[in-house]
């Protein structure tokens, strides 16, 4: 196997993940809503069982495929990694060389194989079975296995969202449809054939899930973390910060306290740093850092009787060791979500079949899986709106021409026709959807508990609205 690289320049890039990946479950994802939404319920989805063989299909108001058949079967050659039988899709992410402990190949790849025996269940699409090929980079050759894979040609698709992504753009670049995570945001913005949840991040942007949490519990004067080495930790602390700026100060809100140059793996701990939050009078805690720098500075709290003070966590949903082995510590904690959380009503949704299809597999329900079953069923949408003669660009077409859809009720609506690029600190209108939203869920006894209405656990906003408003409870569910 090739060494693995050294230097400044991995060590800034993995922790640019590890910050990215504390955005993505801390409140910092750009989750957006449909343009065709209803205040409280957004149910339409592109691409669905009905209108197969037009690129693109037609909105037909309902956010969940029925029972197959899917598609119809016709003959195509030369289509990388399909057969008359299967259509291979290869995920590329990193296995046991992650030195950052989440668990990244294994947990996607039970997302997207319990997502494909679903389907394949059903008959597959077009006549043929999903099959997943699992490629591990080993941490350092992302670029080099992802050129393997253009070479080889025997893949349709890539799914996957590894520790350092450098070879994805080689894959967008030859044409391969690339499902990834909010993490590699940075590289998809302004690539039509990378696809991402939610649409693309924007890290430096104010957001007003960032006020809500805070209003939720009460507080009123913020503190805000993140790590000085990793620029995305830095933006993220700028972007939760411009939040309290620009909506804060009317609700009675303001950041009391930021640090974004916190050293990675706190070495020296965090006793200063809680003692000048004490001294503010900080009563909330917004972070962009790591689950276990969140943890020593909840221990930290606690010594210095802040025990009782919130924060947002990264990373911690569907984590149940971590929260009940620490419960005590998470009590009131928020965990955000950008998809519909496990404890709402899961009617009208594919929330059910997730839950059934990986309780049936033995695996674990969290994150990464979850991502990568909303991966692995935007490619599904795409191969279905495609039509039987379908090839890579056809459904990279027909994707992009979806402007609400919502993989089963599960996400907020995507209009693909813009969200392939970030909205901006200086525009947050021009490619935002009608609404952004969010879920949240709060740590109680050393379970997560949904905050919200189980049959529309989104909050949802209007970004072309300066003002801050109490958010919209929301479902995408099918009627």
């Known amino acids: 196997m090739p060494a693995i690289r050294s230097g400044r320049s991995t060590v800034f890039r993995l922790l640019a993940l590890l910050a990215a990946m504390a955005m993505l479950f ?23 069982e009905g209108d197969e063989g037009a690129a693109g299909g037609a909105e037909i108001g309902s956010a969940v495929i029925g029972e197959g058949p899917h598609g119809e079967f016709e003959s195509i050659e030369g289509v990388p990694g399909v057969t008359d039988e299967e259509i291979h899709v290869a995920l590329l992410s990193t296995g046991d060389a992650n030195p950052i402990g989440y668990c990244l190949l294994q947990c996607q790849a039970d997302g ?3 997502y494909f025996d679903w389907r394949n269940a059903q008959g597959g699409i077009h006549g043929r079975q999903l099959v997943l090929d699992v490629i591990d980079d080993e941490f350092a050759n992302n670029q080099l296995r992802a050129a393997e894979i253009i070479d080889g040609g025997e893949h349709f698709a890539v799914i996957g969202s590894p ?28 690539v039509n054939n990378m696809y991402t949840p939610v649409g693309t991040v924007c890290i430096t942007c104010p957001a007003k899930r960032n006020i809500w949490p805070v209003k939720d519990s009460g507080a009123s004067k913020v503190g805000i973390l993140g790590f000085g080495i990793a620029q995305a930790s830095k933006d993220c602390v700028a972007g939760q910060k411009a939040s309290f700026d620009k909506w804060g100060g009317p609700q ?16 020296n701990g965090v006793g200063p740093e809680v003692s000048a939050m004490k001294r503010a009078g900080v009563d909330f805690i917004m972070t962009c850092l790591d689950q276990n720098s969140v943890k020593t500075i909840e221990e930290e709290l606690s010594r210095q009787d802040m025990g009782d003070v919130p924060l947002v966590l990264p990373n911690a949903y569907g984590d149940e060791e971590y929260l009940t082995q620490n419960a005590e510590l998470l009590e009131g904690d928020y965990i955000g979500l950008m998809y519909r959380p496990l404890e709402a009503n899961q009617a009208g949704t594919d929330l059910e079949a997730l839950v059934e299809q990986m309780s049936a597999a033995g ?12 991966n692995a069923d935007q490619l599904f949408r795409g191969l279905l709106a495609a039509g039987p003669q379908f090839d890579q660009q056809k459904v990279v077409d ?21 969200q392939h ?13 009608a609404q952004e939203c969010f879920a949240y869920v709060q740590v109680q ?9 189980a049959d529309k656990p989104h909050f949802c906003w209007d970004p072309a609205d300066e003002d801050w408003k109490e958010p919209v409870p929301t479902s995408f569910a099918a009627e």
């Open 163 to 190: 520790i350092m992504g450098t070879g994805f753009i080689d894959l967008t670049d030859a044409g391969v449809p690339v499902f990834a995570s909010a993490v590699q945001s940075d590289m998809a913005n302004g």
């Open 398 to 418: 027909s994707i992009n021409s979806f402007t609400a859809t919502t993989s089963g009720g599960l996400t907020h609506a995507i209009d693909w026709t813009r």
């Open 252 to 267: 009675g809100i303001e950041a009391v306290y930021v640090n974004d140059d916190l050293p990675y793996g706190l070495p």
């Open 26 to 48: 801390s409140a910092c994802g750009n989750s957006d809503d449909g343009d065709d939404a209803s205040p409280t319920t957004a149910a339409t989805d592109n691409g669905d």
């Open 421 to 433: 690029n970030a909205i901006t600190p200086d525009d947050l209108v021009t490619n935002a959807p």
């Open 363 to 374: 695996s674990a329900i969290n994150d990464w899986a979850i991502i990568s079953w909303i």
């Open 445 to 453: 006894d050393g379970k997560a508990v949904l905050m919200g209405d």
């Open 112 to 114: 997207i194989q319990a």
